[in-house]
Antibody, heavy 121, light 108 residues
Framework: QVQLVQSGAEVKKPGASVKVSCKAS????????VTWVRQAPGQGLEWMGW????????GYAQNLQGRVTLTTDSSTSTAYMELRSLTSDDTAVYYC??????????????WGQGTLVTVSS | EIVMTQSPATLSVSPGERATLSCRAS??????LAWYQQKPGQAPRLLIH???TRATGIPARFSGSGSGTEFTLTISSLQSEDFAVYYC??????????FGQGTKVEIK
C-alpha cells in the first residue's frame, strides 16, 4: 500500500537546523510531488512547500522562503525538509504528504505520520 | 493569497445526528476544494476532493457540496469514529495551498 514514513522526533536549540526525512513506498516516487505541512501545538495546518520528485521543481511558503529547503533522493524514494535558524515558533509536528496533481487540480494524499520538532534552549 | 474561513469553530452533535460544516473562500475557487479529517494524535486524512468527490475508502455518509466561494461538508449520521477536526483546503491557485482553521466536531 502507499505509505510515507517519516523520521523520528527531534529536539533542537534556537538557531540550529533540522532535517526531516520522508520515505515513500508503494508507488512510483518520481510520478508525484511531495508537499510539507506543519502544525504547531493546538493549532491548524500550515502549508510549507512542495517539490516535484520528477524534476526537483520547488515552491515555498512566502513566510519560510530562505529558511526552508526541500530535496528528494529518487534512488531511495525519500524526500527531505530542512529548516534553518530555528526559533520556538518552529516547534510543531511536521508532515509530508504525496501531492496529487491532475489537470491543474491537486490535493494531499496520503500523509506521513508526522515528526515532532521541538525547539528549546 | 486565498483565505479560507470555516464555521463553526466547534460543532456539538449527538451520535446518529447529521453534521453540517461550512467553508468559505475569499474569492472564487470553482470546485477546487478538498476536505481532510484529523483525529487526535494522527495525521490528516483526505476525505473529499473536487468539492464533492469522495476519496478512496471514504464512507458514503460523508458528502461535499458547493462551488465558487461557499462549500459544505455533511456527515449524514455521525458515528463515534467521526468525532474529529475537519479542515478545508483550496487548490485553485497553487502554490500556495491554504487551509481553513478547522472545525472540531465533538460529542454532544
Amino acid at each position: 500500500q502507499v505509505q510515507l514514513v517519516q523520521s523520528g522526533a527531534e529536539v533542537k536549540k534556537p538557531g540550529a537546523s533540522v532535517k526531516v526525512s520522508c520515505k515513500a513506498s508503494g508507488y512510483s516516487f518520481t510520478s508525484y510531488g511531495v508537499t510539507w505541512v506543519r502544525q504547531a501545538p493546538g493549532q491548524g495546518l500550515e502549508w510549507m512547500g512542495w517539490i516535484s520528485a520528477y524534476n526537483g521543481m520547488t515552491g515555498y511558503a512566502q513566510n519560510l522562503q530562505g529558511r526552508v529547503t526541500l530535496t528528494t533522493d529518487s534512488s531511495t524514494s525519500t524526500a527531505y525538509m530542512e529548516l534553518r535558524s530555528l526559533t520556538s515558533d518552529d516547534t510543531a509536528v511536521y508532515y509530508c504528504a504525496r501531492l496529487w496533481a491532475v489537470a491543474g487540480h491537486s490535493w494531499f494524499d496520503p500523509w506521513g505520520q508526522g515528526t515532532l520538532v521541538t525547539v528549546s534552549s | 493569497e486565498i483565505v479560507m474561513t470555516q464555521s463553526p469553530a466547534t460543532l456539538s452533535v449527538s451520535p446518529g445526528e447529521r453534521a453540517t460544516l461550512s467553508c468559505r473562500a475569499s474569492q472564487s475557487i470553482s470546485s477546487n476544494l478538498a476536505w481532510y479529517q484529523q483525529k487526535p494524535g494522527q495525521a490528516p486524512r483526505l476525505l473529499i476532493h473536487g468539492a464533492s468527490t469522495r476519496a478512496t475508502g471514504i464512507p458514503a455518509r460523508f458528502s461535499g457540496s458547493g462551488s465558487g466561494t461557499e462549500f459544505t461538508l455533511t456527515i449524514s449520521s455521525l458515528q463515534s469514529e467521526d468525532f474529529a477536526v475537519y479542515y478545508c483546503q483550496q487548490y485553485d491557485n497553487w502554490p500556495p495551498w491554504t487551509f481553513g482553521q478547522g472545525t472540531k466536531v465533538e460529542i454532544k
